[in-house]
Each structure stands twice: as structure tokens, then as C-alpha cells.
């Protein structure tokens, strides 16, 4: 018996969303009776990713085939369907040697919400309710399924939280060995068009970002605690670890985040056949095989580097035109690609800090620090928790090459007289409204590592500070002795 495929949908879709996507894979000799598709409530306010996750272990139990604990299977995810299957795999932190993860043997992301999606705040106002909510008279009328969509949303704790377990652990969940499963991304590059352009955000397919969907992820911690953990440097980074399978995203062109799978391109799909044999007797070698998508990549990615201009978010042509003078060639026409970074600040105990600010500075050809304007493209912060937020980032060509030098100044305020928050950079620092914020240089990040910026990739960073009583000298004003 063949292996079966698992397909899982994203939010405010249905298993039916899949019907071409599955007449196309049968026209490529998986048989109809091997494809399992299955069919989950996003639209319920009530409901979260880790609720669905379960649901699915709940339908593996009862299915006449994958109810059996040892049966392998694939899987083939489009959007937020890459986080359900996450985090059933993730387990509520099993380890990377867990049995769900030895099972799957192949999982292919269309248009994954990896790192989750710019229009997912956007859902939970009435506007959104009215264009995806539940429109079935009943208890969840009109629900839009708000915890789903704070799951989604850019820098939720809830996606950190998974890529701690899946992505950056000391044991990679998906390795170049035989005990885990080959991931393949793919994501279109183009964003919708009509009515539904008015959602389109630069650098997406419409839904998801083009950098917010591959697996390849590092993070970058910069402890600025007056005794950094374990005596560790000051700024650091997780290397590309040896044994982690390259999972970068894979450009279909003249697809968007829904036609990618109503309209399955041709190529596409042969290279999914394909790609769910990898490993198998008689099918290819997993770098044959990715060598053989990139190629095909190549087609759609030049689309992607196009640099939509200084009205798309913030890039000034002074600004394209230093980038251009410090790396040899016009800014303003090219682009290495896009970058996340997903930033946490917290103090020594793991609280986040809500009231915080970080800028990256760059050195002029002048010897002077000033702003990079590139991380200006595009800032949001987490509705639940500010703490977290997410910078989207355009690269000109070249920035990852290096030969930029970067700060990291960053501030950060309690909002109350008797607490403060301290930052050791070159000196200590008291940090606050009216304090001189603490600096970092961002050059070294150790050999080996490389530079900070990987196009089409998210890169998450830690920013742990100091939380003090004040003043920071004496005895503090929160607690005396009375009568002293």
C-alpha cells in the first residue's frame, strides 16, 4: 500500500478548496484512495491553533488507516494549515525523536503561514468579520475566529513559541537524516488582483510574505544584562547547523496565495510527485531534487526582487541612493529580496518589556552613525503582548555580502518613577524617556555566522535587559525600612 497524503487547509477555508489540487496530483499517478483531506472550524472565536492540532490527533484515532500509531504518511499543508500540522508534530514540546515526526516522511507547505500573516490583525475588526466570518445562522454567526487570528498575527508569542521547539532546538525537527521528515515550500509570486488586491501588502503573495513562509529561520540574542547568561557574549546567534535540512521557499510564477492551489501550476505540481518520493527506492536524492526546484524558482523569483519604489513603505530615494553608493550599484532597480525579524524584549526574568524601542544605525561613508532606513519598510507590533513585534525588511543587492556596519540602539521605559530598566552596552546605562538609549555594534555575530541578512528568510532576535528598583544607587524608593 502506497503511503497515505494528508492535505490540510488554511483559515476560513474548507477541505474542498483542495478539489483541482487533488485531480492534478491523481493526473500524476498518486491514487485517488491515498489522498485524505481534511476539513476543520477556523471561524469560531473560541477556537485556537493548538485546539486544532488536536482535533487532528483526534481524526488520526479514528481513521480506518492512520488511526495506526506506526502507519507513515505525507502531508501537503497550504497556509495556516503549516501551523496546525506544527504544532501537532511540536506536541506540546515533545522532543525532535518523537513518534508524530518519525511518522510523517514528507511535508510539502503551499503558501505557508509560517510565521503567520500582515492581514491576520486586520481580521478581527468588524470589516473582517463581514468579509470572512461565519455566515451560517447559529451560535458562531459571524465570528471571525479571533484566537486562530491572533495565532497568525505577525510576532504572536504563539508562532516564537513553536519555532523554539521545531526550529531552532539544539535537535532539528526536520534534519538531513532518515528519521524526520523533507519539507518542500512553495509560495506564488503574485499578489491577488481585483477587489481582493485592496489586501496586498509589498513582498507577498497576497496573504502570506514571501520571507514569513520558508523554514529556514537563525536567532540572534542580544544580552544586555549586566551579567550575561552562562557569562555568554553580548550578541549572538544560532549558526546554520550542519545537520539541518535547507527548506527555502521555492517562487511559482503567476500564482497568488489562493490560486496557487485553485489553479495548481503544471511544474509545480510535478515537482510535489516528485518531491513526496524523495528518499524512497527509486526517487531522487533530496539535494537532486531541490537542485532541480530552484532551478524551476528561477523563473518566478526575479518578479520578487523587483523594488516596489519609495511609496511602498518608506524607502526615500537618498535613502536608495547611499545604498546604491556604498554597494556599487543602483538600489533603486534591484533588490536582493525581503527579511522578517521577529524581536522579543525582556528583562533577566523573561518578562516581556512593552514599552521599548530598537533602531539600526548605519555608519555614513563620513564616519557618522545614522538610521537604517531599510528597517523603516514596515513595523508592527503584537496586539496582546508589544513586546514581540515584526519588521518587515527589503534587502538592496549585495547586503547580505556584508561590508555594512551596523548598531542596534535600543530604549526602554517602565513608565513609572520607582522602576527602570538597565542596559550594559560599551557603559552602563540607565534606559527611560529622558535617559541616553544603550548601543551595540552588530558586526561581530562570531565565524562562521555570516551576515544578519538572508533573503527570504525570518530571522527572530532577543533583546534582555536589566528591570531595577530606583534609584539605582542607595536604597531604592519601592521598599524602605521605616524609620530609616
Not at 491514487?31 to 477556523?42: L, M
Not at 522532543?95 to 486586520?122: C, D, E, F, V, Y
Not at 522578517?340 to 528583562?347: G, K, R, S
Not at 550594559?424 to 544603550?438: I, K, N, R
Request: glycine share 12%.
Amino acid at each position: 500500500m502506497a503511503r497515505p497524503l494528508v492535505l490540510i487547509h488554511g483559515y476560513s477555508a474548507t477541505g474542498k478548496d483542495f478539489e483541482n489540487l487533488k485531480q492534478a496530483l491523481v493526473s500524476c499517478g498518486i491514487d485517488s484512495k491515498d489522498i485524505n483531506i481534511g476539513n476543520y472550524i477556523s471561524l469560531n472565536n473560541e477556537v485556537t491553533i493548538k485546539d486544532i492540532a488536536e482535533a487532528l490527533d483526534r481524526a488520526f484515532r479514528a481513521h480506518p488507516v492512520l488511526g495506526d500509531e506506526t502507519q507513515a504518511f505525507d502531508a501537503i499543508v497550504h497556509s495556516t494549515g503549516m501551523l496546525v500540522l506544527r504544532a501537532w508534530l511540536a506536541n506540546a514540546g515533545a522532543p525532535a525523536t518523537n513518534s508524530r515526526l518519525q511518522r510523517l516522511k514528507h511535508l510539502i507547505g503551499l503558501a505557508p503561514a509560517t510565521w503567520g500573516s500582515p492581514q491576520a490583525h486586520k481580521g478581527r475588526t468588524w470589516l473582517g468579520a463581514m468579509v470572512k466570518g461565519n455566515r451560517h445562522l447559529g451560535p458562531d454567526f459571524m465570528n471571525a475566529g479571533d484566537r486562530v487570528l491572533e495565532g497568525l498575527e505577525l510576532g504572536s508569542k504563539f508562532t516564537w513559541d513553536l519555532a523554539h521547539l521545531d526550529l531552532l532546538g539544539a535537535a532539528p525537527f526536520y534534519d538531513t537524516g532518515g528519521d524526520s521528515p523533507y519539507v518542500a515550500v512553495f509560495i506564488g509570486n503574485t499578489p491577488y488582483d481585483g477587489l481582493a488586491s485592496l489586501a496586498n501588502d509589498p513582498g507577498t503573495d497576497g496573504t502570506v510574505r514571501w520571507a514569513g513562509c520558508s523554514l529556514n529561520a537563525r536567532k540572534i540574542t542580544i544580552d544586555l544584562t549586566k551579567i550575561p547568561v552562562a557569562n555568554a557574549s553580548r550578541l549572538s546567534i544560532t549558526p546554520w547547523a550542519g545537520r539541518r535540512l535547507d527548506i527555502p521557499m521555492i517562487a511559482v510564477d503567476g500564482r497568488n496565495h489562493g490560486s496557487l492551489i485553485m489553479v495548481p501550476e503544471p511544474g509545480m505540481v510535478e515537482l510535489m510527485a516528485a518531491f513526496l518520493k524523495v528518499g524512497d527506492p527509486g526517487g531522487e536524492a533530496h539535494d537532486a531534487w531541490l537542485a532541480r526546484a530552484q532551478k524551476y524558482s528561477q523563473v518566478g523569483l526575479p518578479k520578487m526582487k523587483i523594488n516596489p519604489g519609495a511609496a511602498a513603505a518608506g524607502l526615500g530615494g537618498d535613502v536608495e541612493k547611499f545604498f546604491g553608493d556604498i554597494l556599487g550599484h543602483s538600489a533603486a532597480t534591484e533588490l536582493e529580496g525581503w527579511q522578517q525579524f521577529v524581536v522579543f524584549a525582556c528583562d533577566e526574568r523573561g518578562d516581556g518589556i512593552a514599552d521599548y524601542m530598537i533602531e539600526v544605525l548605519t555608519q555614513q561613508p563620513d564616519g557618522t552613525w545614522d538610521k537604517f532606513q531599510e528597517l523603516s519598510t514596515d513595523v508592527h507590533a503584537y496586539g496582546p503582548d508589544s513586546s514581540f513585534r515584526c519588521f518587515h525588511v527589503r534587502l538592496p543587492a549585495g547586503l547580505s555580502s556584508g561590508g555594512v556596519k551596523l548598531r542596534a540602539r535600543i530604549s526602554a521605559s517602565t513608565a513609572t518613577e520607582l522602576l527602570g530598566y538597565q542596559g550594559y552596552g560599551s557603559d552602563a546605562q540607565q534606559l527611560g524617556s529622558t535617559a541616553e538609549p544603550v548601543e551595540i555594534d552588530l558586526d561581530d555575530l562570531g565565524p562562521g555566522n555570516g551576515s544578519m541578512f538572508y533573503p527570504f528568510t525570518t530571522t527572530l532576535i532577543q533583546i534582555v535587559l536589566n528591570r531595577e528598583p530606583l534609584p539605582l544607587n542607595g536604597v531604592s524608593s519601592l521598599l524602605t525600612f521605616l524609620g530609616s
